[in-house]
């Protein structure tokens, strides 16, 4: 099954090869039968591999244990991959937990879990999102659930009100470095929020008192270039022919005349 995602003879040898080398086409089919577009399982399945190479000097044949997984996991110093490795090696455990020891959270566990679950059905029958987008929006919704279980573990969702809602957004905004992320994160909040409401767990709409993030085109671009830049430019261009001469002063002019 991984010939499906890559065609490199070495790649295929390195990903059947770790602590996990003997599952990896099982967990390709698992992507496949999903619907998990072919760029977003390559990103997965490398995930994987390279957890694989890592727990296999220290697990051998045998389960992976815990302390494998945390020892991988701790020298991701940001949320983002840590995240990203975390979510892939789920794929793995469910795909293969013979070849952990334990198992994946149980319900018990996770007092979220039902209302996550119930979240994703929505997302897939209701809004017919594709599994890479759900997965976005539930990881959003998780880290809401999350602040709201932090900042106020006795909060019950009924009771969850406009202030709730601008706190816990204002906290993701925070952790956002760009328009882009920004508008994802408030995105996957009004999303669940709506859920929320549809699915009687709440009785309003709080979705409509999520702020939208201003976005302007073109803001991401530097407001000047540096003189040195300037200069670069400048003297690349030759000054040996009449087009040479031509292009020079035209860029002389325009570094000039708006500096």
Known sequence: MLEFYFSYRGVL???RSGALGGEMDRIAKHFFTLGYKRASAKIYLSRIARFSQFAGPRSG???????????????FTTDTPRIGA????????RVAPERFIGSVPSVDDDPDAPL???FSDYLRKVRGLEPRTREGVLLGSRRFLDWLRHHHPDQELQALTAEHVFAAVEHRLSLSATSATRTAAT???RTFLRFLN????????????????????????PPRLAWDDVRRAID???ATTPVDIRDRAVLLLLATRYS
């Open 187 to 189: 995105s996957h909040i």
């Open 13 to 15: 040898k390195r990903l």
């Open 86 to 93: 975390g979510s892939a090696l789920g794929h793995a455990r």
């Open 116 to 118: 996550l679950a119930s």
């Open 198 to 221: 549809w699915a009687g767990h709440h009785d309003q709409d709080l979705a409509r008192v999520v702020p939208r993030p201003p976005h302007w085109r073109l803001a991401h671009l």
């Open 61 to 75: 044949p045998m389960p992976i244990p815990q302390d494998v997984i945390d020892s991988y996991l701790c020298p």
């Open 236 to 238: 690349a261009v030759g």
